[in-house]
């Protein structure tokens, strides 16, 4: 089995001067170590050398320091440690800095718009040195911080060709798509339940859904029907984008802030990433239509509720 391997550093600071003390806690917070405990650090092998200089000087001012290989085959050993070094709350902290930019961007003048988007593109760069293991967070946080950039030329570089639809997803017109046939998975859950309402909501009012118990082999899509959600379908995650997000951008309704708001929730309870405080109460109120409606054209009309009240709902990103 394949062993995990981290560097330790061990330490015991000297007790005076406190300015030691105090760069040595900023370097370690800099690095963005993970704590075992109080005095134990640890950074990816790779990322051992970042270790010696704090090492070096704590020694020098009369403290110990050791720098230590720590290894385990055990995977549970490895989820634990992984843990220390999670940075979800760190980019759930940086939407906050895009998302207020977001929202002042009317109000800007363009020196100062372009100004504070650097400042944000220059936090997420700081953020992604310390990401040992990124993620889907950090994927996640790229393409928002290149829609913002899209947005900040759209407000100041009018006359410059702005793509409506990035990674690669043509624009369509929803008018040539009404009346069809939908096909997805059967049972579903949060993004194609959002799926299914934002294709009713804005798409095909007259949409009928086709649920299918393997669309990706066993039970494929009927000729002519429209699939999403599922390997293969017309519209499936693209890139660091869920299903509901690439419906979105294909039909033009990514600007929509408050569809934006819905599809950062639908994001994070379908493949993880920037943390949403409404994600707990949607989670539980669609596992309960789940267990309280076993067709799934029913459960579809319930969860759109939720989604239409979310739609309405007012808020600070909205």
């Not at 963005?32 to 134990?40: H, I, K, S």
């Not at 092998?45 to 110990?64: D, K, Y």
């Not at 900040?152 to 990674?167: I, K, T, Y």
Request: net charge neutral; with cysteine; hydrophobic share 50%.
């Amino acid at each position: 089995m394949l062993r995990s391997m981290w560097s330790m550093l061990c330490l015991t600071l000297p007790t005076q001067p406190s300015a030691v003390r105090l760069r040595v806690w900023r370097a370690l917070k800099t690095l963005g170590c993970g704590a075992l405990r109080d005095g134990v650090y640890l950074l990816p092998e790779a990322h051992a050398e970042l270790f010696t200089p704090i090492a070096q000087e704590v020694r020098a001012h009369g403290g110990l320091a050791m720098v230590l290989e720590l290894s385990s085959a055990q995977e549970e050993v490895r989820r634990e440690v992984l843990t220390l070094f999670d940075r979800a709350p760190a980019y759930a902290q940086w939407r906050g800095l895009a998302q207020s930019l977001q929202a002042d961007l009317p109000e800007l003048e363009e020196v100062e718009a372009r100004k504070r988007w650097r400042g944000v593109a220059e936090a997420l760069q700081a953020l992604r040195r310390i990401d040992y293991y990124p993620g889907d967070a950090a994927a996640q946080a790229v393409a928002e911080l290149e829609e913002l950039r899209l947005a900040l030329d759209a407000c100041f570089s009018r006359g410059e060709p702005v793509a409506r639809a990035p990674h690669n997803i043509p624009l369509l017109d929803p008018r040539k798509y009404r009346g069809k046939r939908w096909a997805t998975r059967a049972r579903p859950w949060v993004d194609r339940l959002a799926c299914a309402w934002l294709i009713l909501r804005f798409i095909d009012p007259e949409a009928r859904f086709l649920w299918l118990a393997d669309p990706a082999a066993t039970t494929p899509a009927p000729r002519g029907a429209l699939g999403f959600d599922y390997d293969g379908a017309r519209f499936t995650h693209v890139g660091a984008r869920v299903s509901f997000e690439v419906l979105m951008a294909s039909f033009g309704l990514d600007a929509d802030a408050r569809l934006q708001a819905i599809a950062r929730v639908v994001h994070f309870l379908d493949v993880g990433g920037i943390p949403v405080p409404e994600a707990a109460g949607l989670e539980a109120v669609l596992s309960g239509l789940r267990e309280v409606h076993t067709d799934d054209d029913q459960l579809t009309l319930a969860a759109a509720a939720i989604f239409d009240a979310l739609l309405a709902a007012p808020g600070p990103s909205r």
